[in-house]
């Protein structure tokens, strides 16, 4: 969610209007995300880098999301989505980690719909603690060494456990740089960059992004022949 402090300079207004814009913005994607079926939504809202940023925009930052998790709770339990974090949350403010936790035990019961915020996130902190959970899962005995490790026992000690790989990454504002986020996760992942700040990246651009994704072809590593034949296979067995 790129572009708020820009948007904001551009209009002649102070870089925290940006970041409140940006959240209204947050309020009417999650919605809309709901609509178009994308069950799983992760927003990159605080990374471990940004506590780099001025003491001001950091307190803001973190006072607009302690009162979006307090409007957004009613929100996400009409709408049936389970809240989940990912990144060191332990380390921001009490009030917000409390609240936090509060939120996410409150919509644990929702399966179908999920909203991950990455708060503190940064993919290589990610990899590191994720290292130390599988080290002392073997030292205990709850994770048993057999053979070669694989991936897909590996990433059950990501932040990410539990939760499919992004089909589709998007950053908006221009930047075309992925500044560590899902670096493991966004391996066979779409990219797609737009020039829109985020607090102008409204419904509809997101929509008109999953048009884009659609007409993309994902080959996970195949040649488009074979996929094009897995595309014919599945039809003929469906119909
Ligand atoms: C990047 O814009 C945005 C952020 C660092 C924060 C994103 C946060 C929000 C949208 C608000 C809080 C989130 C939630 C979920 C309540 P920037 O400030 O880097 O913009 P710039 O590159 O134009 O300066």
Redesign the pocket.
């Known amino acids: 969610?790129?572009?708020?402090?820009?948007?904001?300079?551009r209009r002649g207004l102070p870089?925290n209007e940006?970041?409140?814009?940006?959240?209204e913005?947050?309020e009417k994607i999650v919605e809309k995300a709901g609509e178009l079926g994308i069950r799983y939504l992760t927003?990159?809202?605080?990374?471990a880098e940004?506590w780099k940023?001025p003491k001001a925009?950091v307190n803001a930052?973190m006072g607009?999301?302690e009162?979006?998790?307090k409007k957004?709770r009613k929100q996400l339990l009409k709408q049936k989505i389970r809240l989940h974090t990912i990144g060191r949350v332990e380390e921001l403010p009490t009030s917000v980690f409390k609240l936090l936790n509060k939120v996410k035990a409150d919509t644990s019961h929702f399966e179908d719909n999920h909203l991950i915020?990455a708060?503190n996130y940064g993919a290589r902190n990610e990899v590191l603690d994720a290292v130390e959970r599988y080290t002392a899962a073997i030292q205990s005995g709850t994770e048993l060494q057999e053979g070669e490790l694989q991936w897909e026992t590996f990433s059950n000690y990501l932040d990410t456990s539990g939760i499919p790989d992004p089909e589709i990454v998007i950053r908006t504002?221009g930047?075309q740089r992925i500044s560590n986020f899902l670096l493991m996760q966004s391996a066979y992942s779409e990219y797609l960059f737009s020039p829109v700040?985020?607090?102008d990246f409204g419904p509809d651009l997101l929509e008109e992004a999953l048009l884009e994704y659609r007409n993309r072809e994902r080959r996970f590593g195949k040649t488009g022949a074979q996929i094009e034949q897995e595309k014919l296979l599945s039809t003929k067995s469906s119909s």
Request: hydrophobic share 40%; glycine share 10%.
């Open positions: 969610m790129d572009g708020n402090g820009r948007w904001a300079n870089r940006g970041h409140r814009k940006g959240v913005n947050v927003l990159y809202a605080f990374s940004n940023r925009e930052l607009l999301l009162s979006f998790l957004q915020l708060l504002s930047e700040c985020w607090p």
